[in-house]
């Protein structure tokens, strides 16, 4: 099951690349596996998924721990608390909820020798919601260079969640606000590459609008069968 869901979603992202005339090659799919059991991971992997996404830390690194056979890649993209920072640098490769700067420094102070640089996408709330996670969009700038000079980290570009918009049209209005700020960060002459938006109900609007990488739960594993505990 979870391989034809993984089929269908792959299918998804390539019909949104070609009906937007990009290259199918120009979209990344992340898997978002939070929830799910190491059994789940191990099934997507079978079916030649690499990548996945995780929320909750603790719950991130017990999966990594039993799959630790298999070549991986961990995308933390969870709300991250100063005291997890260690674990986080420890066990992912990628970050992509960065939203402060004493968060980065954590990450890079604690980021093993020896381990390649962990990857990091900045955090933005694209459309402006009072109580959510994310810089506002006039901070990035600021935030990116600061970030580009710790080490042990190599700044990859911008995340978003927006709320979820009313219809397609919609939907492709906040994911090009997102795409006009990756584009005049790297006008400023930044090196971005990594513009994380889309997930299952909105990735063709975030395709349209020039994501390179879709973070994709329920449409691969099913329906979440715990709340999020944030
Ligand atoms: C859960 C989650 C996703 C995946 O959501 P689906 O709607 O299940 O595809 C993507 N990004 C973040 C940050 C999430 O927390």
Known sequence: MIADNLQRVRA??????????????????LA??????????RAAHAAGQIAFGENYIQ??????????DLPLQWHCIGPIQSNKTRLVAEHFDWVHSVD????????????????????????????????KAG???EAALELALQIQSLPNLQLRGLMTIP?????????????????QLFD???????????????????????IHSGSTMVRVGSAIFGA??????V
């Open 100 to 131: 402060r700067l004493k968060i980065a420094q954590r990450l890079s102070e604690q980021r093993p020798a020896g381990k390649n640089p962990l990857q990091i996408c900045l955090q933005v709330n694209i459309d402006g919601g009072a109580n």
């Open 135 to 137: 810089i506002p969009p």
């Open 163 to 179: 709320e979820p918009a009313a219809d397609f049209a919609a939907a492709c209005a906040v994911h090009a606000i997102a795409r």
């Open 224 to 229: 979440r069968t715990y709340p999020n505990p």
């Open 32 to 41: 978002v596996s939070k929830t799910f059991g190491s059994d789940a991971v």
């Open 12 to 29: 998804r992202i390539s019909d949104a690349c070609v009906a937007s005339g990009r290259s199918p090659g120009s979209v990344a799919l």
């Open 59 to 68: 719950e991130a690194v017990e999966k990594i721990a039993a799959l630790t």
């Open 184 to 206: 005049a960060l790297n006008a400023s002459g930044l090196a971005l590459d990594t513009l994380s938006m889309g997930m299952t109900a909105d990735l063709e609007a975030a």
